[in-house]
């Protein structure tokens, strides 16, 4: 997954003047969504200026491949044409976003960025990891995120959850065995990164939820 030292575009962020990156992940239904705006208040309360992004999207561009990739419709898509297209916004969110507002000094927070590659197109979607290694050494060079919290959820309750939202763009009407390689993938990833990753018990009320976060967050600017 790359390495956990703290480098964005180059230059180590003990560099106060540069901002902080924090990544949100999870299968869906895990509740991402619902906790990134206490997240976005929590840290605008300590004092940062936050940038609230997501992926793919973040962009003009990388919301219409956005709308292409969630389209049910492209059912039949290829795996491969799914991976380049995100890496395509990607580019665009990185070149416009993320990377001018962390050398202004601000805080991104972001709903996925490329664990989710690793996981969803990566073992969802059986491709090598090497050809992921390589799109993200071309795109993104030493950038990783500061902090990623991953939400987990058991495959069935998460599933749930999203029945209850209305129709289900293409990701969400995968089988429950794609979603429990992807689980499984995000939970391998938390051991290999411990740094970086911290694992948010999802399926715990939402007032216990938020009480991790508070703790994870608050050891984290305390770091910072």
Known sequence: M????????????????YGRFITLEGIE??????????????????????VVTREPGGTPLGEEIRRLLLDPSYDSLAPSAELLMIFAARVEHLE??????????????????TDATYVYQGEGRNIAKARIDALVDWVQGALRPDLTLIFDVPVPMGLSRVSQRGEKDRFEREEQRFFERVRNAYLMLAAEHPGRCQVVDASAPLDV??????????AFLHDS
Not at 99 to 108: A, H, T, V
């Open 2 to 17: 790359g390495n956990d030292a703290r480098v964005t575009d180059g230059m180590h962020q003990a560099d106060k003047s």
């Open 96 to 113: 416009q976003v993320i990377k001018p507002s962390l050398r202004q000094g601000r805080w991104i927070v972001c709903d996925r960025f």
């Open 29 to 50: 239904g895990s509740g991402k969504s619902t906790l990134l705006p206490y997240i976005r208040t929590f840290l605008e309360t300590a004092g940062k200026s936050v």
């Open 209 to 218: 939820v938020r009480l991790r976060v508070d703790t994870i967050l608050r």
